[in-house]
């Protein structure tokens, strides 16, 4: 909302001056796309000698890989009004703008 009062009640000629409204609105989209694997070998060994020893040893293995992939795209819209206010000779004006709110076009 602006408001400007011009007077030109002691001009013999017209007095003007202006109300500026200027708005910057933006919207951001945000994709985030992720992905993984796990994968785990593992293998294992026994030995036996009868009447002696006896043992095993295991071997395992993991491995693993994420990946993720993000892409953002921001719009922004810039809007501005200039609203001239003119009092003619000898007269004393009010002017009032209003800048009304905005829906911003998804394509």
């Known amino acids: 909302v602006g408001e400007i009062t011009v007077d030109a ?3 013999s000629v017209s ?7 200027a ?5 951001t989209l945000t ?14 060994f026994t030995a036996n000698i009868p009447k002696f020893a006896s043992g095993s040893i ?9 990946n993720s992939y993000s892409k953002s795209n921001t719009v922004t819209e810039s809007v501005s ?7 003619a000779a000898g007269k004393k004006v009010t002017c009032r703008a209003y800048q009304e709110k905005k829906q911003m076009e998804r394509s």
């Not at 295991?58 to 994420?66: K, V």
Request: glycine share 4%; hydrophobic share 25%; aromatic share 6%.
């Open 31 to 44: 994709f985030t796309h992720e992905q993984g694997i796990t994968v785990s070998r593992g293998v294992t």
């Open 9 to 11: 009640r002691d001009s």
């Open 23 to 27: 708005t910057t609105i933006s919207d």
């Open 58 to 66: 295991s071997i395992s293995r993991t491995q693993s890989e994420h």
């Open 15 to 21: 007095q003007q001056s202006s109300i500026n409204l």
């Open 81 to 87: 009004f200039n609203f001239p206010c003119v009092a």
